[in-house]
């Protein structure tokens, strides 16, 4: 069974900086990677989709990168804003093959405040 | 493109009362729809896989006959949640991966439902 851990749970931090935010999941065989926002009471907002056979994806200010062999994926948030406090979701959708199963596996989440 | 909505964004119910929410894709057809559902400060949890004109596939631990699944277009899925009970409040959330497209999910607000 597919598990997937975020860390830290919570991060605070002052505007401007630099910030990473990390993924894991036990099942290396994944189809695809996603990161979302979730602002309080919202639903999720796609940030960056990284397809299997990808290593990075870039939006902006934001960079995820992705290691299947290790499990692990880390978005990078650069210069840091208010705007950006939310909940940083983390998912994955197994597959095998270059077939996906459908199914998306969330994170616990990682609580973002970036205070001015 | 790609927007999915909610309907009600929250409702307040009497316990035992049945609650109908709807999830629209308005601007694409959905094959497939994903009902989620989220307690405070926790992650989603996926719920049900629901398939245009066929029955839902419902996640292990989660009641068939409590949470009623209907996918009967391509742009429309409900849950209704039968006899709902204090323990059923939780923030409802669907999300329609588009016919024929790539496996992206796209979400829709959120539907926040409170027994009494």
């Known amino acids: 069974k597919q598990e997937v851990t975020q860390i830290p749970a919570a991060l605070s931090v002052p505007e401007g900086e630099n910030l990473v935010l990390n993924c894991s999941f036990t099942d290396s065989a994944i189809y695809n990677l996603q990161w979302f926002r979730q602002d309080p009471g919202k639903g999720l907002t796609s940030l960056l989709l990284?397809?299997?056979?990808?290593r990075e994806q870039t939006s902006g200010r934001l960079n995820a990168s992705l290691d299947k062999s290790s499990g692990r994926s880390t978005l990078y948030i650069a210069a840091s804003q208010p705007g950006d406090s939310a909940t940083y979701l983390c998912a994955v959708i197994v597959g095998a093959g270059g077939t996906s199963y459908g199914k998306l596996t969330f994170g616990q989440g990682t609580i973002l405040t970036v205070h001015p | 493109g790609a927007v999915v909505s909610q309907h009600p964004s929250w409702v307040i119910c009497k316990s035992g009362t049945s609650v109908k929410i709807e999830c629209r894709s308005l601007d694409f057809q959905a094959t497939t729809m994903f009902w989620y559902r989220q307690f405070p400060k926790q992650s989603l949890m996926l719920m049900a896989t629901?398939?245009?004109?066929?029955?839902?596939?419902?996640e292990q631990g989660v009641e068939k006959d409590k949470f009623l699944i209907n996918h009967a277009s391509l742009t429309l899925s409900t849950l209704t949640v039968t006899s709902a009970h204090p323990e059923d409040s939780s923030f409802y959330i669907c999300?329609?991966?588009?016919?024929?497209?790539?496996?992206?999910?796209?979400f829709g607000p959120g539907t926040r439902l409170t027994v009494l």
């Open positions: 999300s329609a991966r588009r016919a024929g497209g790539r496996d992206t999910q796209y």
């Open positions: 629901s398939n245009e004109g066929s029955k839902a596939t419902y």
């Open positions: 990284i397809q299997s056979s990808q």
